[in-house]
Nanobody, 122 residues
Framework: VQLQASGGGLVQAGGSLRLSCAAS????????MGWYRQAPGKERELVAT???????NYADSVKGRFTISRDKAKNTAYLHINNLAPEDTAVYYC?????????????????WGQGTLVTVSS
């Protein structure tokens, strides 16, 4: 199972971005998908999650500016970011709780993408 994150870049404060996270591989199903971020010198923190049923959860710091969504048919999650601020500068990582079925086993994996850098200039 692989997660490919994309969409990061350099933007000015007040700008917008859309991050994408595509899961691929021998996937039976995906439960929760989420986005986390890690700013320089700080620990990784939760940004937003979305369940398979579409229930969302956000960190207080991003409520009203970030929107998480997913396309279940494409095994892809998105993070729409509006009104970016310099403190949003970080590497953004996607996460997915993936169920993989083989001939003899069912495994639940906690998969991570490689991260995509978002830099916001003031």
């Amino acid at each position: 199972v692989q997660l490919q994150a994309s969409g990061g870049g350099l933007v000015q404060a007040g700008g917008s971005l859309r991050l994408s996270c595509a899961a691929s591989g021998s996937i039976f199903s995906i439960n929760d998908m989420g986005w986390y971020r890690q700013a320089p010198g700080k620990e990784r923190e939760l940004v937003a999650t979305i369940t398979s049923g579409g229930t969302t959860n956000y960190a207080d710091s991003v409520k009203g500016r970030f929107t998480i969504s997913r396309d279940k048919a494409k095994n892809t999650a998105y993070l729409h970011i509006n009104n970016l601020a310099p403190e949003d500068t970080a590497v953004y990582y996607c996460n997915a709780k993936v169920v993989v079925v083989t001939t003899h086993t069912i495994n639940a994996l906690d998969a991570w993408g490689q991260g995509t850098l978002v830099t916001v200039s003031s």
